[in-house]
């Protein structure tokens, strides 16, 4: 147990500095646009904004604009928040007691006096900012860098693989899965290895001929550059690009506005199929990463280059917006359901409701923060 400790605490500190930058970063980014979706939504609908912080605690620096909203860096750096006219506190929640002082004027500008819809697209800005930035990230990369333009082409099947059994073959060409146009070896081995267990329908061209096959990919752990270890689904086939292969081609302005959004479709199924796969019991609540896990993966990406970190950026983009968008009260899922709940009754929940709500989605989401903690130690000790 000591030498478990001494490990963990030796794998902290190596190297933290390159972790703490790369990951402020991308954090900082992420939270930001996040954020500002919630504050243009409430300046458009005529909401007040008071404050506009990324990180919580002490403020650290600040100015306030034009409209006298507070804009500041604060201390703890994990987060931030949009502080609306009528809030309480940072998580939007009502005081009753001021929101009955207020004069007609203030009312105006104050966010719980605002229809549900209004409120509702406010809430819902900051979850889909962060789509549209992934979108934007990705759609860049695909302008930039272009597309992936690898042949599926099957060069070797390994034998007693789950290819070899399917019946794939020396010079198959992937051209679809499950219904999936397949344009480039990556796209399959993107669709494979999140599917493991999962029966796959594949389109093939084999000599001429359209050949379907079924297979299931089995689920295999492999260790990346860093050593980090990964469950993922594999087939068992390779590919050899040949020298004359490109490995991109230029794409154009719709086409990668169209790449982009395809990325952040995938991984808002990649994330459905693995939490349902969790309560179905075939997969493994231990690759549930925290804080912890993201800064090590911040600081991985950025010593590969920092078309990584940006990639990473838009990745953690897609995934803080649609947890965000989980019915979980504290969270904007929360806040979302409370309006339809609201819709539905032509008037809203009692403010001890609402109170306890916010008290139970605080303490999921702590637990969920201490799990995924707990998970981050279990994986750098492993390291």
Known sequence: MTEFFHHTFNTLSHGVLGYIVPFLFVLTIVVFFHELGHFLVARWAGVKVLTFSLGFGPELIGFNDRHNTRWKISAIPLGGYVKFFGDDSEASTPS????????????????????????????????????????????????????????????????????????????????????????????????????????????????????????APALKEVKDLFGNSHRIGVLGIQYNAKPDESRSVPVGFFEAVKIGFEQVWFIIATTFKFVASIFVGSGSAGDVRGVIGIAQLSGQAASLGFQFIVQLCATLSVSIGLLNLFPVPLLDGGHLLFYAVEAVRGRPLSERAQEMGFRIGLSLVLMLMVFATYNDILHLARS
């Open 96 to 215: 009753s007691e001021a929101l009955a002082r207020m004069t007609a004027e203030e009312r105006e500008g104050s966010f719980h006096h605002k229809k549900v819809g209004p409120r509702a697209a406010i809430v819902a800005a900051g979850p889909v900012a962060n789509f549209i930035l992934a979108v934007i990230i990705f759609a860049g990369m695909a302008l930039y860098f272009g597309k992936p333009n690898t042949t599926p082409r099957v060069d070797a099947v390994q034998e007693d693989s789950v290819a070899a059994a399917a019946g794939f073959k020396v010079g198959d060409i992937v051209t679809a899965i499950d219904g999936h146009e397949i344009a480039s070896f990556a796209d399959m081995q993107r669709i494979v290895s999140v599917n493991a267990g999962s029966e796959l329908t594949f389109q093939l061209k084999r000599g001429g001929q359209d050949i379907t096959l079924k297979a």
